[in-house]
């Protein structure tokens, strides 16, 4: 299967299990450089080093490992002091957890939650166009943000990181929306780039009162969306973003008739398990998996809304693919397949008319989780064009599509006789 990226799980890999591991290898970076992270910043980001594994070109996995050297952990143990105004417990396991928001524009934003400390959560911004590796501060302390993944918009300047949030409300008032962002120029503000810019966020009528928790961020065609997986999307120009106006007004775009959903009644299976939305092939595309306890004929159903431009109220959803998992299961068995739920499922921009979707196979379990196959749907036909066995055995936090060559200047690191990944 020729799809053009790898398959990376969110999660982080625990840099011991990398070292000395075959197939590892350190991301080279240009330059390293920390923003807003104190004095001692600088020379802790220098300590900080990526780490890939590519796994086989078959298998098209990948896997992302961050890897901290003692500068790091001298570095969070002073600023915990500052901001506690008392020193780091002594003789603790200094450890962190990593965890791959997002790549998009050439970028891959990945964040770093010191948890032992409690609330010290951190980005490290890799540019692959310059080979830069960046480190910044998660939003002030004050913002109750309702997302960490961060829109990347690459403009004249260089790129922008851009999250979306707001402050809790009491009573009646209507929650109030705000934009944070991030630049290592900040050149269309004018200021040091050391901290987040705020701006805020104009909300159409139809989101009165309501909670918004994006799921999915992407821009196309000079405008910024932001999905609530479970409610529709809100969006609004990258112009205006990249301006000097504190205003930023926004549109909003329900799901289909049908497909909002109550969170609190979801259970313990984050929506993106069985939803995605994307621009692919001219047009907005909304995928629904019926999950496990809804007993509708199950089925994959993909909603189409065609546009070049922003969406407006003219625009509407219409149905463009079904896919009966009855009929699935049947390709799935002839070409040696679980029969089981697919979940995760994948748009990829380059293919209007393709569905990814992940297939766990529970039947055959082995160590350290069990196969996965990343299998190739045609949304017109509705059938199976490919399906490949993946080398993960486990998706802790979900996939993440990886583009080829992304990482093009690679140094191995040493590998001992013990492999890094399980036959399968």
Same mark, same amino acid.
């Given at each position: ?11 982080? $890999? ?9 197939? &590892?290898?350190? $991301? ?52 915990? *002091? ?12 200094? !450890? ?11 970028? $891959?934003?990945? #964040?770093?939650?010191?948890?032992? !400390?409690?609330?010290?959560?951190? !980005? ?71 901290? &987040? ?35 529709? #999307? ?11 106006? +504190? ?26 398990? +069985? ?44 149905? !463009? ?31 209007? *008319? ?41 998706? $802790? ?28």
């Amino acid at each position: 299967m020729d799809s053009g990226f790898a398959v990376m799980d969110c999660a982080g $890999i625990n840099p011991k299990y990398a070292a000395g591991r075959e197939g &590892w290898a350190t $991301i080279k970076c240009a330059s390293k450089r920390a923003y807003g992270c104190g004095d001692t910043g600088n020379s802790a980001v220098q300590d900080l080093d990526l780490l890939l594994h590519q796994g086989d070109l078959e298998n098209l996995s990948s896997s992302l490992s961050v890897h901290a050297g003692d500068d790091v952990f001298r570095w969070i143990d002073q600023v915990i *002091a500052e901001k506690k105004g008392r020193p780091a417990a002594p003789g603790k396991d200094r !450890y962190f957890m990593s965890k791959v928001e997002i790549v998009d524009k050439g970028l $891959i934003v990945v #964040t770093l939650s010191f948890s032992e !400390y409690g609330g010290f959560d951190y !980005y490290l911004v890799f540019d692959s166009f310059d080979r830069s590796l960046s480190m910044i501060p998660y939003i002030p302390e004050w913002a109750a943000c309702y997302t960490k993944c961060p829109l990347p918009l690459r403009h004249e300047s260089g790129y922008s990181l851009v999250l979306i949030g707001g402050e809790f409300s009491f009573g009646r008032e209507r929650p109030k929306k705000y934009i944070w962002q991030w630049s290592p120029m900040a050149a269309s503000w004018g200021s040091i780039p050391d901290s &987040w810019q705020t701006q805020k966020l104009c909300l159409p009528s139809q989101m009165n009162n309501k909670f918004f928790s994006p799921d999915v961020a992407f821009s196309c065609n000079g405008f910024a969306f932001w999905t609530d997986l479970a409610l529709g #999307t809100l969006f609004c120009d990258c112009s205006a973003l990249l301006s000097e106006s +504190y205003l930023v007004k926004s549109k909003f775009i329900p799901l289909p008739p049908g497909y909002q959903l109550d969170r609190d009644e979801e259970g313990i299976w984050p929506v993106e398990v +069985y939803r995605t939305m994307g621009y692919v092939g001219g047009s907005f595309k909304f995928v629904a998996i019926d999950k496990p306890h809804d007993h509708c004929g199950r089925r994959v159903k993909v909603w189409t809304l065609w546009t070049l431009a922003a969406p407006g109220p003219g625009h509407k959803w219409t149905l !463009y693919s079904e896919f009966r998992l009855k009929k699935l299961w049947k390709d799935f068995k002839m070409a040696g397949l679980p029969k089981n739920l697919p979940m995760w499922p994948m748009l990829r921009e380059q293919e209007g *008319a393709t569905l990814y979707l992940i297939l766990a196979d529970k039947t055959k379990q082995v160590i350290g989780g069990q196969k996965h196959y990343l299998c190739r749907l045609d949304m017109p036909t509705q059938s199976l064009l490919q399906a490949k066995l993946l080398a993960h055995t486990s998706l $802790i936090l979900g996939p993440v599509k990886l583009p080829s060559g992304f990482f093009n200047c690679l140094d191995p690191l040493p590998s001992s006789p013990e492999p890094m990944w399980m036959d399968v």
